[in-house]
């Protein structure tokens, strides 16, 4: 039984016609108040649903509720227009579906969470107990095409931890087997990406291993490079950002060694969601 | 002249009609061989849309683009279903709009870039000349209604610098004026809201003000507290993660200090988009 039946009502404007149906969308009550409509549930037939939505809210409304959320995927997208005639707005939209949410309470202010608002990307200084840095060319970017060497870099993806980001990106790049040791700084920027903003994190990693595979979908080349040739490019004296993430880089092979975050996971034994701290250790 | 007119055609199923013009959608071309829509320029009729936006794929297609973009409001969400049908999938949503994505080329893999995937939090280690710390209780969250003191926290907005997060919240919520010294540590977690994860910045701000105004709608108290009081707190023994990151913002005042990352503002003279670099300096 997918929704819940209550009453019987007619809609606008349908006083000849036969009486019809209102249903109460199936729905699961939140924590904060709200209500979260079970999209698998919702009628198909698009009068129904406009009808059946309209009298929820209603309903609703009078019992207090707050905030109503909508998630609608691909093969529902025709109710998209349909709730928004109703007041819904988007909230967040992933590549299989969108969530509308409205609110309900005139009185209370909203309460509804922001969107994510940030990208985060990370970057690995690699070095060899040769003295030699992992550098790559890139096929796009700000550098494509050209003859500078770089750090490997990325993004981090959803759900991944960042130092595990840091680490499977320079296997994916190079071949590249290497631990974190710690971040050492990071960088926030703003309308990177649709209006959104970056952090990019710039780790320390220790190789494991020293065979290099290039990925040549990305990459137009990699190899191990000597630091000193590496640092005297020229790039680097126009880019005060990438000269001061490299500076810092190389101050954790100086004595007194420069000292960045280390990770700690502090989900052992607590029970609770998996966290990791950075901090100087 | 909102569209480029081309030619005549006649939709499909519509023989005995009259001949019907179909329109290229007005677009430009992005960076990356995609074309992006121009939505205010769409047509509101839905049947030339629907049309329009065939004929323009087609085009595009056979010109090699890539990525097309559209970017709809909610004054044109009738617009989403259609563009659906015709393959396109949900990239982001704002509360006023939603972005679609389609990808052409069926021989390159897609380069369309990933949404934001973290929320940005901020945390602040306020401690005045008494050795007393701003401490608040929250009306809602994971410690309402409770007799807990805890330090103020919030989330950095969209396009927001992290330390001015920081000094923005102290302010909301306790009308104290501080100014940013250093992050002290950061902790990464997933899934916190909608499958996306969050990173929490523990930021140590020196108060440049002692008198306390508390935000009602969202605390029941604030107040200085002596730090003593204020770690002896039973439910930071329970608390691993909350108990390190307030062992970490202590440490930052014994000797030898804790060093977390100052900020640099790496913008200045450089002529390039803000951005600010976290480091120990």
Known sequence: MAMLMEGIAAPAGANNREAETVLILKATEDKFGGMIIDSPSLPRDTSVFLHSLQHSLVKWKAQGKRGVWLKLPLNQSELVHLAIQEGFKY????????????????????????????????????????????????????????????????????????????????????????????????????????????????????????????????LTAAKWMPLAEFSAQDYLKQRKMLKKMLDVCIATTEEPAYQGFKMEDMQAGTGRRPQNFYYNA
Not at 157 to 181: M, P, S
Not at 187 to 203: G, M, N
Not at 211 to 217: A, R, S
């Open 91 to 218: 909230h967040h939209a992933e590549s299989t579906y969108v969530m509308l949410v409205i609110w309900l309470a005139d009185d209370v202010p909203s309460t509804i969470p922001a969107n994510a608002s940030h990208q985060v990307g990370v970057g690995a200084f690699v070095l060899n107990s040769k003295g030699e840095i992992l550098a790559v060319q890139e096929k796009s970017g700000v550098f494509q095409g050209g003859s500078i060497w770089k750090m490997p870099t990325g993004s981090v993806n959803q759900g991944e931890d960042i130092f595990a980001g840091a680490i499977r990106e320079v296997k994916e790049e190079t071949g590249i087997d290497t631990e974190f040791v710690q971040v050492v700084g990071f960088r926030q920027a703003h309308k990177v990406a649709f209006e959104k903003s970056d952090i990019f994190f710039l780790c320390v990693l220790r190789p494991l291993t020293s065979g290099i595979t290039v990925q040549d979908t990305e």
